[in-house]
């Protein structure tokens, strides 16, 4: 397959794979919606008004889910509080 194909699973036709950047990607919301779905689970439930929020979070959570979040949170914080104490 060349870079940017797209390909019906034979066995499955709802199954597609996508090339891109050297990477193939299988169903890529179903994979997002099974992560989301576990991490809102041992919520039961969340406030309606407040799901934005957390689909947010869940999108940059598995975005970056091969990385160390709390490097990326303290260079945020410290990036913040230095900007919050120079006004």
């Known amino acids: 397959m060349e870079r940017g194909s797209t390909e019906s699973g034979d066995l499955n036709p ?3 794979r996508v090339i891109a950047n050297g ?3 299988i169903n890529g919301i ?3 919606w099974s992560f989301a779905k576990e991490r809102l ?3 039961h439930g969340v406030d309606a008004g407040k799901f934005p929020l957390y ?3 869940l999108e940059f959570r598995y975005n970056h ?4 979040l709390f490097d990326d949170l303290v260079q945020v ?3 913040y509080s230095r900007v ?4």
């Open 14 to 16: 709802s199954i597609t």
């Open 23 to 25: 990477k193939v990607y």
């Open 30 to 32: 179903e994979g997002f």
């Open 41 to 43: 689970l041992k919520y």
């Open 55 to 57: 689909l947010k979070e």
């Open 65 to 68: 889910r091969d990385r160390d």
């Open 77 to 79: 914080l410290v990036g």
């Open 84 to 87: 919050a104490y120079t006004e």
